[in-house]
């Protein structure tokens, strides 16, 4: 979320929690514990000004000189240019995913990062609720100050298989906060071991 209610700080946050996230020694230990031993990663940012910016273009994160490629991308990302927020298009779940191929993906997941609520274009339980039946799960990181955004995430924005939400009640907790959320996906992502 690079709305126009994050400022440039907590831009800066977002960005830098999710490099620091990619290259977490833990969060490489999982993606090596799962069956294909390598993850598609991709990463965009958005925001009420109808700016939609590709980050990290699809990717496969594999190994430690994987992430560090990807880290870079994140730290280097350009930062939202906030004179040209105004003519807002909301971005459907076809768009978000035109033009990609993944015939064997087992789990596909969007990490949601936001400090506000939706208002404005589609309603976002259409948007979730077609994103579920994709087989998509939808996580939630909310910030700022806002006490009723995690009800509105709960009941509006999350949803799948092994959903969940986190919340960060500072902003400068939000990288730490990110390397968690990795971790948290990965292990979501592990086969449940057989009993005995």
Request: negative net charge; aromatic residues 8%; charged residues 25%.
């Amino acid at each position: 979320d690079v709305s126009d209610s994050v400022d440039e700080h907590e831009e800066w946050l977002q960005l830098t929690g999710l490099a620091r996230g990619v290259v977490d020694p833990t969060f490489l230990a999982r993606i090596a514990e799962g069956r294909e031993q390598r993850i598609g990663f991709m990463a965009y940012t958005w925001s009420s000004g109808g700016e939609v910016t590709l980050v990290v273009p699809w990717t496969v994160i594999a190994g430690p000189a994987d992430a560090r490629r990807v880290a870079v991308l994140f730290e280097s990302a350009p930062r939202v240019d906030r004179s040209t927020f105004g003519g807002y298009q909301p971005l459907t779940v076809e768009q978000m995913t035109r033009g990609m191929t993944d015939i064997s993906a087992r789990r596909s997941v969007i990490n949601l990062l936001s400090d506000g609520v939706s208002n404005n274009g589609q309603d976002p339980r259409i948007v979730r609720d077609r994103a579920i039946r994709l087989g998509v799960t939808i996580n939630g990181i909310v910030f700022g100050g806002r006490r009723d955004l995690p009800g509105y995430f709960r009941d509006n924005i999350i949803g799948g298989p092994g959903a969940f939400l986190m919340e960060v009640a500072e902003p400068g907790d939000l990288p730490r906060a990110l390397e968690k959320k990795f971790w948290q996906d990965m292990i979501a992502a592990l086969p449940t071991p057989a009993a005995g």
